[in-house]
Structures are given as structure tokens and as C-alpha cells.
């Protein structure tokens, strides 16, 4: 799954740790999540979507759709 | 409480926990063979004060991996997982070893424990490092 966390956060001048402290999560979390390395959970996702005032397929988007 | 306070908090208590976990076995068992080794009523109640402080230790851990984050908990499940097999092929392979007299000498629990503890602390490291 890939995602525009690192355009989002990057328009917002937030670093990756604002964006950890804003979920909740760790910096490592947000750097595997940016990478695609690893995908969140639902609710997870959620925050995101909330924090970026997003729908989470605008945030979030399956690899063969990109 | 942010995250990261409450984290070093569990892992202060952890920490404190498994200490007076090893201090206690340390008492069980130079204590018992050493110090008090007459006295069965001493032995049973330092052997009971150890597995207490075993539970709280257990319970302390859970709180831990509870307050993680999600891919923390992943990291950690994945070396449970390792470590738990090891710890069963490696423990079951270690005392076939002793009855069928591959080795030497007895088995002993303790290879065991250690088998288990590097397992998971490779595994954790390993794991850390792929979602770099």
C-alpha cells in the first residue's frame, strides 16, 4: 500500500516526529509507514485522516491504483 | 501523560521488576543451598516471594508491550514467535542430545534460558532494522 504522508507532512513544514506526537505513535512508525514498509491499522488510518482533514483513500492508496 | 513519558515510566517499572526477579532467584538458590539449607520453611517462602515477583515481572511486561505502538507490538510478536520456537525445537534437540548421550554432560535449563534471551534480542534487533 503506498501513501502521500510524506507530501502531506512535508506542505504542513511538520517533521516526522510532529507528525509520531500527533498520532501517537513512534518516529520509526511514521518512517516505516512513509516507506511503505509497513502498513497502519484502521484506526491508525483514521487518525490520519482526521488530522489531515483527508478521506483515507486520499491518503492512502492500493499499490495498483497508483 | 504523553507516549514517551509513559513508556519510560512501564520501562522503569519493567526494569525494577525483573531485577528483583533475578535478586530473588539469586536468594533461592545460593540461599537455600548455602545459607538456610536446613530450614525447608524459609526455602518455601523465598521460593514463593520468587515466583511472586515472577507474576508482577510477567504482568509488568504485558503493560509494556501494551503501551507500544502498533508496529512496536509487531516487532515484539515476531520475536516471541522466533524466540518461542527456538526455545522448543532447541530445548526438545538439547534433551534428546542428553538421553541419547550426544553430549557429555547433563542438560541444563539454564543454555535454555539463554538460547531464549539471544533469540529474542537478535530477533528484535533484526526486526527493528527492517523497517528502517
Redesign the interface.
Known sequence: MKNRLKVLRAERNWTQADLATAVDVSRQTINAIEKGKFDPSLPLAFKFSRLFELPIEAIFFDDDDS | M??QSTLKHLTTRLAVWTAAWVLSTAVVSFGSTLLWPEQELLKVGVLLLNLALGVGMIESNRRYILAL????Q?IHLQAAAISLGAAVIGGIAYSLADITNVIPVDAEISFLIMLIGITYLISLLVG?R???
Open positions: 504523553s507516549r505502538d502498533e508496529l512496536q509487531k527493528m527492517s523497517y528502517r
